[in-house]
Antibody
Framework: QVQVQESGPGLVKPSETLSLTCSVS??????????WGWIRQPPGKGLEWIGS???????YYHPSFQSRVTISLDTSRNQCSLKLTSVTAADTAVYYC??????????WGQGTVVTVSS | DIVMTQSPFSLPVTPGEPASISCKSS???????????LDWYLQKPGQSPQLLIY???IRASGVPDRFSGSGSGTNFTLKISRVEAEDVGLYYC??????????FGPGTRVDL
């Protein structure tokens, strides 16, 4: 059973870069069955897809984040990472990593809280 | 982009009674395979979302059979046959037809 866990700094200053890691256990991160997605949830709001990365390394981003986001895989560490540049208070949210298996996000991490504040 | 809407916004429920949530998409989610690429997730208080239903009507592993999904095209329904206290939380539908460009509905809050 694949498990994922997000980690990263809980506090980021405005205009700086948010960097998060998703550690995967129970299976190789590079698998033909999966792609990995990052989803966020601002306080009191709904779920928002940020972007995804396939086993091939191909990345796809929500247009709202296209200019600021980078998602990558580190197969040696079985990790997926998210970088979001030039953050503002609007980027304050719980960030989730999840695996997508053919039709749905079937495994989610517990989420990591990121606050953007000086 | 496919826009997802849900109703109601909030749903008070009574244990033992049925409940249903509606989800509508701005475009048909029916794939040429015959499956509707529509998922349902439940986010219990203080937890991360969990998959309930995928491909419109298939229960995910471990999901109780009191949960059922139905619908096709642009109109979908999640039904709980007999609500239990543990079913409270936020319910989201998500279109996966344009994967990886998925979109979530705004959510429905279910409370006792």
């Amino acid at each position: 059973q694949v498990q994922v866990q997000e980690s990263g700094p809980g506090l980021v200053k405005p205009s700086e870069t948010l960097s998060l890691t998703c550690s995967v256990s129970g299976g190789p991160i590079r698998s033909t069955s999966y792609y990995w997605g990052w989803i966020r949830q601002p306080p009191g709001k709904g779920l928002e897809w940020i972007g995804s990365i396939y086993y091939s390394g191909s990345t796809y981003y929500h247009p709202s984040f296209q200019s600021r986001v980078t998602i990558s895989l580190d197969t040696s560490r079985n990790q997926c990472s998210l970088k979001l540049t030039s953050v503002t208070a609007a980027d304050t949210a719980v960030y989730y990593c999840a695996s997508f298996d053919s039709a749905a996000f079937d495994v989610w991490g517990q989420g990591t809280v990121v606050t953007v504040s000086s | 982009d496919i826009v997802m809407t849900q109703s109601p916004f909030s749903l008070p429920v009574t244990p033992g009674e049925p409940a249903s949530i509606s989800c509508k998409s701005s475009q048909s989610l029916l794939h040429s395979s015959g499956y509707n690429y529509l998922d349902w997730y439940l986010q219990k208080p203080g937890q991360s979302p969990q998959l309930l239903i995928y491909l419109g009507s298939i229960r995910a592993s471990g999901v109780p059979d009191r949960f059922s999904g139905s619908g096709s095209g642009t109109n979908f329904t999640l039904k709980i046959s007999r609500v239990e206290a543990e079913d409270v939380g936020l319910y989201y539908c998500m279109q996966a037809l344009q994967t990886p460009y998925v979109t979530f509905g705004p959510g429905t809050r279910v409370d006792l």
